[in-house]
């Protein structure tokens, strides 16, 4: 009897393994400098802190049971409390919705506001996880350019003007994954005025917001529009292995997303949802963490940027890192950085090649690199491997 092999479903046809992902594995070796990986330092993270919340957590044994699909209520009251500060408007607890990571809110997002086709805006460079999530979605994705303010919503104006009518247009508002730029205010506000024009979404991605250097990250772009779902985590500030992250939406989007969520995986961790919760609440601590995280990688960004720009000169124009994990550079004399990648492993650093970003083929010239879990010196060390390498 001849055998049928049973079939995968047709939307995997499109999907590629993540490039910075399939990096990582190369860029495991000891002697080399990695500024390749998105990581925050694990250095910095709580260990103490968080294990004597885990601890306490323990003591109820209810922590070890199921919970509420949107969360545990006192993780929903803590981060509406926050939401609130940092939007400035009240944000009800019922429109805040704890996910696995922020990564499984835009995956659940995607199936609640696309349908097959539907038109995506990102910024080009894009977020990868945002373009794996809405390529799995089936839609259609058109990019617009950044530059030095962020998204370039004139660009966006052109195309509604062209008539193509997004429905979900996507963000990294602040301290850009993988441009290292912030939407400028004018644009935040000018953004939510053409949601409410044209009847889009607007998904504000940010995790980094809490990650600035010297001055703290504009209003929310949900300060303007009700339009807007918010999303961000904890992996940041705290760990990513305890997988909270939210989202803030009108009550109706977080109902549809809590019926697809009990589907996928039916609720998030008792556990880790109280231990974030203590820390969340314990303010006068966690103020302290996060200015020590913010002091560390901004020293460290500094270290980067000034080595680059000394190193290179006029060779590589990169972008001044005000707060977040990441630096993008540019080699002015068309160097490939796809190509440069096999040399610069041998001479012992890593980065991600710019054409990992690109939602078409393009920054061949262009790099993302990563300046949180090295130190100073090494970080210069980093950038004379690369321009040996680049030589």
């Known amino acids: 009897m001849s055998q049928t092999t049973p079939a995968l479903a047709g ?28 990581l925050p330092d ?35 009251a803590v981060l509406a409390a926050r939401e609130t500060a940092r939007i400035g408007r009240a944000v009800p607890e019922a429109e805040v919705f704890i ?10 997002l995607a199936e609640v506001l696309l349908d097959p086709g539907a038109l995506v805006i990102v910024e080009d460079p894009a977020y990868v996880g945002a373009l794996q999530v809405f390529r799995a979605a089936g839609a259609r994705i058109v990019a617009v350019p950044l530059d030095r303010d962020g998204m ?56 980094y917001g809490e990650l600035w250097f010297d001055a703290p990250a504009p209003a929310p772009i949900a300060a303007y529009s009700p339009q807007v779902i918010r999303l961000s985590s904890v992996s940041k500030i705290l760990a990513p292995a305890l997988r909270v ?37 314990d303010t006068d601590w966690l103020a302290a963490h996060v200015t020590a995280i913010r002091t560390a990688y901004g020293t460290r960004a500094k270290s980067l940027v000034d080595a680059v720009r000394t190193t290179f000169g006029d060779r590589v124009s990169c972008t001044d ?12 004399d068309g160097t490939d950085t796809s190509a440069l990648l096999p040399a610069a492993l041998d001479a012992g650093v890593a980065y991600v090649p710019g054409s990992a970003f690109a939602v078409s083929d393009a920054y061949r010239s262009s790099m993302r690199l990563c300046f949180t879990t090295s130190d100073e010196p090494t970080l210069t060390e980093a950038v004379t491997r690369l321009a040996k390498a680049a030589e």
């Open 99 to 108: 996910t696995h990571g922020s990564q499984q809110a835009l995956s659940l």
């Open 245 to 281: 992250g939210w989202m803030v939406a009108p009550d109706r989007v977080c109902r549809a997303v809590e019926l697809l969520k009990q589907g996928a995986d039916l609720c998030g961790s008792a556990l880790t949802h109280r231990i974030a919760t203590d820390l969340l609440t």
């Open 152 to 207: 370039r919503v004139d660009a966006l104006e052109e195309l509604l003007a062209a008539g193509e009518r997004p429905a979900v247009v996507h963000t990294v508002s602040n301290f850009h994954n993988p441009g290292g730029v912030t939407l400028a205010p004018e644009r935040r506000r000018r953004l939510a005025e053409l949601a409410e024009a044209h009847g889009f979404w607007i998904i504000e991605d940010d995790p």
């Open 42 to 76: 694990a250095a910095l993270m709580p260990r103490e802190r968080i294990a004597a919340a885990a601890a306490a957590a323990l003591d109820d044994a209810a922590v070890l049971q199921y919970t509420e699909s949107p969360g545990w209520p006192a993780l929903r």
């Open 321 to 332: 890192a005000t707060g977040g994990m990441f630096v993008w550079a540019d080699f002015t």
């Open 11 to 38: 939307k995997l046809a499109g999907l590629q393994s993540s490039a910075i992902r399939d990096l990582l594995k190369l860029t495991a070796r000891a002697d080399v400098v990695s500024l390749a990986g998105g």
